[in-house]
């Protein structure tokens, strides 16, 4: 406070040297220096915007209408090489489960990729499985992560309890898709064919690449006990391209349940696979139990003692779940609407996901978040402006801003830059300037080196929108999991009109 009063002090005699003596009352500069002195004792005013580099725990709000348990399900890996005499000419497999922690068998193959031609082949069998189970055999990456694993070509066994599926899939290097499903008559099943009961019986297999087929575009042939199916690649994802390093035994990476799956008689691209002895194939977490955290719809999220996304120890994030039910993880902020000047940035690490989730990231309504029980395709999200993650499966995620206003009308684009849930760190942006698109009011959004921008359509602002909390908020619709972090955060708490 003295080196304040100091300075006004030596503001008052600047001021009156400046000024002519003859023109200024005794009265009028004594005025001036109370005005100055009452200024510096006066209480700060509240700031515009808030800076957090999360080196001690915020005490963000949570919100989510599913409580974590107080013991998580344990997951089981069990699989790899069984010798004879209990299989005759020997055999891969066991108990293989699903979860987002990767596990895998696998033989380290020369690197392959969509320009070349594979060709597998062997026999499988299902002993037992429990509901939601599911086991990839074929060609990936080291690195294949996640639900629609990217660099991937393979044939998936989907269990539910007592029988199975049997589908076929590929995954390129940016995680575009295709094949899969999992019901009768669905538009992107592979095999149209009725369950399989999990009896111990031995299917015969084999899985086909032709760079070439489909007029260039590539197609996968899948055959099972004798019946053909065929699939092209969708257009560019041949020139997305996809790398392939492993063939074997990939858990999926979901929750879910386990089932027991034995493989043999294996060719891959010409060589038979020699199973009475130990192969020798590359082992990773195939021999393991460990507790399982990413159980839809269990969100876990919050503050963390970790550096994801750069910088020192100390972040906000976690484990989010794409779900009909609501729930957030934010800072609580005054009042701000779409007449306010809205802007936040920071780092930000998105770490991993399955297809088919979501995460919003910017200002919201608590109440309406918390009061909303319908699915946003039933009942729109209302009162929020945010970057929005997300995207069709066969892309992945978008990097999007979006606003809803008060009645639900929304303002989106369709597609943008696309972030990978590889871990890499981001920096990003989102500020909001209501005078800007003839007054109607524009969002930006920055990620690395692309912006994006955003123009509210005719009469939207004037249907308004209110915030009272900044942070991440659920997509509410039936859908996976995705593991994202930010730090170094800024974002505007109260608003400048």
């Not at 220096?33 to 915020?58: G, M, V």
């Not at 369950?195 to 690449?209: D, I, Q």
């Amino acid at each position: 406070m003295s080196l304040q009063i100091s300075s006004l002090k030596s503001q008052i005699a600047n001021c009156s040297r400046e000024i002519a003596a003859p023109a200024l009352e005794p009265r009028l500069l004594l005025g001036a220096a109370a005005i100055l002195l009452l200024a510096a004792s006066a209480p700060a005013q509240p700031f515009l915007e808030h800076r957090d580099d999360f080196a001690s725990d915020p005490r963000w709000e949570s919100f989510s209408l599913v409580p974590l348990p107080k013991q998580f399900p344990i997951t089981r890996q069990d699989f790899g090489w069984r010798a004879p005499p209990r299989a005759a000419t020997g055999e891969i497999g066991g108990w293989v489960q699903r979860s987002v922690t990767p596990a895998s068998y696998a033989k380290v193959i020369d690197p392959r990729s969509l320009e070349d031609k594979l060709r597998a082949s062997g026999k499988f069998a299902v002993r037992r499985d429990t509901g939601s189970s599911g086991t990839l055999f074929g060609w990936f990456n080291e690195n294949s992560r996640g639900w629609r694993t990217p660099n991937s070509l393979v044939f998936r066994i989907d269990g539910n309890g007592s029988k199975f599926w049997v589908f076929f899939e590929y995954g390129t290097r940016h995680w575009l898709s295709g094949g899969g499903g999992c019901f009768e008559g669905e538009r992107y099943q592979t095999t149209p064919t009725k369950p399989f009961p999990a009896n111990g019986a031995v299917h015969t297999w084999s899985l086909e690449y032709d760079p070439l087929g489909s007029n260039g575009k590539g197609l996968v042939t899948f055959t099972l006990d004798g019946k053909s199916y065929t699939r092209a690649l969708d257009p560019g994802h041949k020139n997305d391209g996809a790398l392939f390093n492993r063939f074997g035994i990939l858990n999926q990476q979901i929750f879910g349940g386990g089932m027991e799956v034995w493989f043999g008689d294996l060719v891959i691209d010409g060589e038979r696979v020699d199973l009475r002895r130990d192969p020798g194939w590359e082992a990773h977490r195939n021999h393991a139990e460990f507790e399982e955290r990413a159980i839809r719809p269990l969100n876990d999220f919050g503050f963390r003692p970790t550096a994801k996304a750069g910088g020192k120890p100390g972040e906000v994030g976690g484990i989010f779940w794409r779900d009909e039910r609501p729930a957030y993880c934010a800072a609580r902020v005054d009042p701000l609407s779409l007449k306010d000047t809205l802007s936040a940035s920071g780092r930000l690490a998105f770490c991993g996901a399955g297809s088919d989730s979501g995460i919003y990231l910017g200002w919201f309504d608590s109440n309406s978040k918390t009061n909303k029980s319908k699915p946003d395709h039933e009942e729109p999200q209302r009162n929020l402006l945010a970057i929005h993650i997300e995207g069709p499966s066969r892309i992945g995620h978008y990097f999007l801003p979006v606003c809803r206003n008060a009645d639900g009308q929304g303002a989106v684009v369709p597609s943008g830059p696309i972030i990978y849930p590889d871990g890499r760190v981001h920096q990003w942006s989102l500020r909001y300037l209501p005078q800007a698109a003839e007054g109607r009011g524009q969002i930006v959004v920055t990620f690395d080196d692309r912006t994006q921008t955003l123009a509210l359509p005719p009469g939207f602002k004037q249907r308004g929108a209110q915030f009272d909390r900044f942070g991440f908020f659920n997509a509410q619709t039936g859908g996976h999991w995705l593991e994202l972090y930010v730090d170094d955060l800024t974002y505007t708490a109260k608003g400048v009109k």
